[in-house]
């Protein structure tokens, strides 16, 4: 089993641009989310999912989108990109909230 | 939002000395969890606490959940370098909420 994955490892980008960070994983959890961490602090909720088609806000949900097609896949998109979006962004998946969550090796992201 | 604070924020301590950090919320948890993050790294679990009262140990570390259950503690004994790391309190209902975090330094 891969566990969680998470694509791109790395991404620059410059204001204004969209894009998508991948989360894949393949342990059949039903529960997955979305988080981002900023230097020397701990971790902030921007979505989660309950399971396929099931998708609600978490902490800081403005300017990130998710859908949840599949229980596989759980993709944050980044509509248009602002500096203050410089961050680690990690996806987790579970079998539920009360249980252990996996978490993918991160995105570091640069907004310039 | 279950606003979860820690505390200290940061620690620097010594090889050999023991230490607690404290996870506080004003919110009651079915249970709370313990995880540890190494730098360039996703966290980990150490442990899940369910029970107000409840006491678990894990090896030298010893995590204790509030009998109200707002509230966990986390004690190390004789702490080691490989011991440092993020430690990070996490709870919720719908969701997982993690804490502030403390960022311990155990030095050689």
């Known amino acids: 089993n891969a566990g969680v994955t998470q694509t791109p490892k790395f991404q620059v980008l410059k204001t204004g641009q969209s894009m998508t960070l991948q989360c894949a994983q393949d342990?059949?959890?039903?529960?997955m989310s979305w988080y981002r961490q900023d230097p020397g602090m701990g971790l902030r909720l921007i979505h989660y999912?309950?399971?396929?088609?099931?998708?609600d806000q978490g902490e800081v949900p403005n300017g990130y989108n998710v859908s949840r097609s599949t229980t596989e896949d759980f993709p944050l998109r980044l509509l248009s990109a602002a500096p203050s979006q410089t961050s680690v962004y990690f996806c987790?998946?579970?079998?539920?909230?009360?249980?252990?969550?996996?978490f993918g090796p991160g995105t570091r992201l640069t907004v310039l | 939002t279950q606003l979860l604070e820690q505390s200290p924020q940061f620690l620097s301590i010594q090889e050999g000395e023991n230490l607690t950090v404290y996870c506080n919320s004003s919110s009651v948890f079915s249970s709370l969890q313990w995880y540890r993050q190494e730098p360039g790294e996703g966290p980990v679990l150490l442990v899940t606490?369910?029970?107000?009262?409840e006491v678990k140990k894990l090896k030298r570390l010893t995590f204790q959940f509030g009998d109200a259950r707002k509230d966990s503690s986390l004690h190390i004994t004789a702490a080691q370098p490989g011991d440092t790391g993020l430690y990070l309190c996490?709870?919720?209902?719908?969701?997982?909420?993690f804490g502030t975090g403390t960022r311990l330094t155990v030095i050689p």
């Open positions: 999912s309950v399971g396929a088609g099931i998708t």
């Open positions: 342990m059949n959890h039903e529960y």
């Open positions: 606490v369910v029970t107000g009262g």
């Open positions: 996490a709870g919720g209902a719908n969701n997982l909420f």
């Open positions: 987790a998946s579970g079998l539920t909230p009360y249980n252990e969550q996996f």
